[in-house]
């Protein structure tokens, strides 16, 4: 019986981008695996750490040898494998040197009754200490990154600098080669306070020796390390901390030792818009502001170090120090920018170009002053609301030329907010500017008011239209533009009772590309643009859980507005699952009618040629219809489902008790037109056929 070894492997790098890092920790977990069951090494456990400098794999109970194989193919039957006279045809002696066999050592057997020849090839165990330098390397060259740089001498790429690699099966060494390396037992430390190099003496030892050389060894840990430290400075401040989700990550993979500090600045800087300070902290210094228990900013900060704890007081001087630089360019920039009234800054926008083909975003600036206009009166805006989002569309914008917003990019919007109200706007068109942006991603707010949703959707359907009017619309995995967030934000504002029409909305956009004399053919893009919709509109349908076949049967009828196919949709679907037998039984029917309808034939019926049950299914389809009509008119959904549900009985009745294709073709085309009528009463709800039982 063969012992079992641990392997360990690290690959030691100039420091890796963060994001880069944790997206080839999820990689290696996957990668390390498979590259050992590729060439059949038994193995146990992977486990996978990496640092700012190091990617690690530590594999335990790795077997002596690879494991013995004998494979048996199946090829062509005798009668082609071999002539009348027995000798091998081309297929047979093709198929014996495809499997690495000779013609002669193919078997024949027999199988559900028919003969064919067989070729069984043999791996013997190989000793895994031999295979490991080429799956280890390919470890290195199959870790994927979004940018690979090139350095030395040699032509191999990573991520950054390979520095040093370490390779042990136990205490023995695997030559792993790449980039002009030899991997060894000699790792490194800590850059700062434990450099190295340091002996590794066996496998099991390698992430000891890394941890007592001042290395955090794994995201999980150096978080944990990081939330204690900010707990307890929150105790000390009683201050509480904002740790966004991508800025913790990003600061977890930027050191490898992580020490929490507490900083200062002035609190002269509070006067400051709060935003321009957090970006300022978080952006661009991975800094984490701290707020005092009724929710204000402080002029406390945390800094995450990866230096020497015992230069904690140099350290936090330092980064203060680059606080005190940065909040003094905001503040400078900020009091410069309320200099000039909001307004002015509107024509400076023809400075900043928005699209090559579309124009500047003084053009768009334009465009979303005309769409709100067009908006604000389909919604039946009071004429202040309207006259305020006109106002709003036409300075969401302005604050992109401004100082503080070329340098702080991520405050556009907020700082147009702070600039109109200092220079006398109302509070709702300040609001309005702010919220424009809005909802910037998937379960983000969207604006407060009707007059916020108005400016913000203008903005983000000028930019849909627009750039598929010039062809840039998403395909597949790409979508430079965010447009689907932009479309995802639109009808996430209609679901929560923005009242306009989408499509009235994309034909006014539309009109104003062609105002301005963009070449587009109009019916093909608002096609499109209807569709990109609608495709946006299932995703979020399917990610709340609905199924594929009631969204179909709601988009059947050619509704294209997202708030009546969600709400519609939601209402089908938990009818469906509240009564799902019932449901089957309906569509069912439903679907056998609509298969057997003839639409030629209309839908006016000669009572005098009618049976009971055929008189029962007519008044009951037109009390019905009268009811859908009505429920529709108001948009109640679930009082159209509930008249519909009433047909259910009659029409069970009418198959139960009716031949159909009668021989009197009188009765029968009378029938026929019945189950039209019948059908027809669906047309405008949903189409039960899609959610029949077998229905494809």
């Not at 081309?90 to 064919?116: M, P, S, W």
């Not at 970006?279 to 929710?295: N, S, V």
């Not at 679930?638 to 009985?649: D, E, I, K, P, Y």
Request: hydrophobic share 45%.
């Amino acid at each position: 019986m063969s012992s079992l070894h641990t392997l360990a492997f690290e690959i030691g790098t100039e420091e890796i981008p963060a994001f880069d890092l944790h997206r080839a920790t999820l990689q290696l977990e996957k990668l390390v695996p498979e590259a050992l069951d590729a060439v059949r090494i038994p193995h146990g456990d992977v486990a996978v750490y990496t640092t700012p400098r190091r990617l690690i794999a530590i594999v335990a109970d790795v077997a002596d040898e690879t494991e013995a194989l004998e494979e048996v193919f199946r090829g062509p039957s005798v009668k082609i494998a071999f002539d009348a006279d027995g000798n091998p045809t081309k297929a047979a002696t093709g198929f014996a040197r495809g499997k690495g066999v000779g013609v002669d050592a193919l078997e024949r057997r027999e199988e559900n009754g028919v003969e064919y020849v067989f070729a069984t090839k043999s791996i013997a165990a190989r000793d895994v200490a031999e295979l490991l330098p080429g799956v280890l390397e390919g470890v290195i060259t199959g870790t994927s990154w979004p940018k690979s740089c090139r350095w030395g001498t040699t032509s191999e790429y990573f991520s950054r600098p390979v520095r040093w690699l370490v390779a042990l099966l136990d205490e023995r060494v695997i030559p792993v080669r790449f980039a002009g390396l030899t991997a060894g037992n000699l790792t490194r430390g800590h850059r700062f306070l434990a450099p190295g190099p340091h002996e590794v003496a066996t496998a099991a030892d390698l992430l000891g020796v890394v941890e007592a050389a001042h290395v955090v060894s794994s995201e999980q840990a150096r978080e944990a390390v990081i939330r204690e430290g900010v707990a307890q400075a929150e105790q000390r401040t009683g201050a509480r901390a904002e740790l966004p989700e991508k800025t913790l990550l990003e600061v977890v993979n930027l050191c490898e030792q992580p020490t929490v500090l507490v900083g200062t600045f002035d609190e002269e800087f509070l006067r400051v818009p709060e935003e321009i300070i957090v970006d300022a902290m978080l952006m661009h210094q991975r800094y984490f502001p701290l707020y005092d228990a009724d929710g204000k900013l402080t002029n406390n900060f945390i800094v995450v170090s990866n230096g020497d704890p015992a230069h904690a007081d140099t350290i936090t001087g330092g980064n203060e120090r680059v606080v005190r630089a940065r909040l003094s360019d905001a503040k400078f920039f900020y009091e410069e920018d309320l200099k000039h009234p909001l307004e002015t800054y509107v024509d400076r926008l023809d400075e900043v170009v928005f699209q090559e083909t579309l124009g500047t975003m003084k053009e768009k600036a334009d465009r979303i002053v005309a769409l709100a206009k067009h908006l604000a009166a389909d919604a039946q805006l009071s004429e202040a609301d309207a006259a305020d989002a006109e106002r709003a569309a036409y300075l969401a914008k302005a604050d992109l030329v401004t100082n503080a917003v070329v340098e702080f990019t991520s405050v556009q919007g907020v700082m147009g907010s702070y600039y109109a109200a200092a220079c006398g706007e109302s509070d709702q068109v300040a609001r309005a500017i702010a919220d424009h942006y809005r909802p910037r991603f998937s379960g983000d707010e969207p604006p407060a008011s009707d007059v916020g949703r108005i400016v913000a959707m203008a903005d983000k359907l000028d930019t849909v239209c627009g750039l598929f009017a010039v062809g840039q619309g998403p395909t597949g995995s790409s979508d430079p533009f965010a447009l689907r967030r932009s479309a995802i934000g639109i009808v996430a504002m209609l679901e929560a009772g923005l009242p306009v029409s989408l499509a009235a909305a994309i034909d006014a956009a539309l009109g104003t590309y062609q105002d301005a004399g963009i070449d587009f053919d109009r019916d093909a893009i608002r096609a499109e643009v209807a569709d990109f919709f609608v495709t946006r509109t299932k995703v979020m349908l399917r990610d709340g859980g609905c199924s594929h076949d009631t969204m179909d049967a709601v988009l059947a009828t050619g509704v294209e507005e997202p708030a009546q196919i969600i709400a519609r949709t939601y209402v089908l679907e938990a009818e469906r699952l509240g009564a799902p037998e019932a449901f089957d039984d309906l569509a069912t029917a439903y679907a056998r009618a609509n298969n057997l309808r003839d639409a030629d034939l209309g839908v006016e019926v000669d009572e005098a040629l009618l049976s009971d049950a055929e008189r029962a299914l007519l008044a009951a389809t037109d009390e019905a219809a009268a009811c859908v009509k009505e429920a529709l008119a108001v948009d109640h959904f679930g009082a159209a489902l509930a008249a519909l549900a009433a047909l259910r009985a009659p029409i069970d009745a009418f198959f139960e008790d009716v031949l159909i294709m009668d021989d009197d073709l009188a009765l029968r085309e009378n029938r026929l037109r019945l189950l039209n009528r019948f059908v027809a009463v669906f047309a405008h709800v949903a189409d039960f056929g899609k959610m029949a039982k077998g229905a494809k």
